[in-house]
C-alpha cells in the first residue's frame, strides 16, 4: 500500500469536504463564522463600522483589545476573548505582544482573514440594506399568527 505525504492526505480530505455531514470540520467552521461576534470582530478589523472622529470606516487596520471593545457595542470582555482566540486558532487573526508598559496586544486579520471579511462584509450590508423588508415581513407574520391564535 502507498503511503501519501500530508499534503496528499489535505487534498484527498478537502475533495470530501461537505458541510451537510455532521462530522464534517466545515461544518464546525460555518458554524464559527456565522457567529454575530465573529462577523462584527472581522468587520472592525477589517476597517468598517464606526470610528472615533471618522464618519465611514477606513483600511483593515491593527486594533487593541480595548478598541475593539469600544466598536462593537454589547460585546463582553468574555465573549470577545473568546472571539479574537478562536479566530487566532483558525489562522483568520493574528495577535501581536509588544513589550511596552503597560504591554500592548494588538489583534489584526490575516490574509485569510481578509478574505473572510470580504464575504462577511457583504452579509452585513444585505442585512443593514434589508432590515426595512424584513421588519415588515416580521410584522405581517406576527399579526397573521395572531389572528389565527384569536379566531
Not at 58 to 80: T, Y
Not at 119 to 131: L, N, T
Request: contains cysteine.
Amino acid at each position: 500500500m502507498p503511503t501519501s505525504t500530508a499534503s496528499q492526505r489535505r487534498a484527498a480530505a478537502k475533495a470530501e469536504y461537505d458541510a451537510f455531514l455532521a462530522a464534517c470540520p466545515s461544518r464546525q467552521l460555518l458554524e464559527r463564522i456565522s457567529d454575530k461576534w465573529v462577523a462584527l470582530v472581522l468587520a472592525a478589523l477589517g476597517g468598517d463600522g464606526p470610528l472615533p472622529g471618522a464618519a465611514d470606516g477606513g483600511a483593515p487596520r491593527p486594533l487593541r483589545f480595548s478598541e475593539l471593545s469600544r466598536r462593537i457595542s454589547g460585546v463582553s470582555q468574555k465573549m470577545l476573548t473568546q472571539t479574537l482566540r478562536s479566530l487566532e486558532r483558525d489562522g483568520m487573526v493574528t495577535r501581536t505582544v509588544t513589550p511596552t508598559v503597560p504591554v500592548t496586544v494588538t489583534y489584526e486579520l490575516t490574509g485569510l482573514g481578509r478574505s473572510l471579511q470580504g464575504v462577511m462584509r457583504g452579509i452585513k450590508a444585505w442585512a443593514e440594506g434589508h432590515m426595512d423588508e424584513v421588519l415588515q415581513h416580521r410584522d405581517g407574520y406576527d399579526q397573521e399568527k395572531k389572528r389565527d391564535a384569536a379566531g
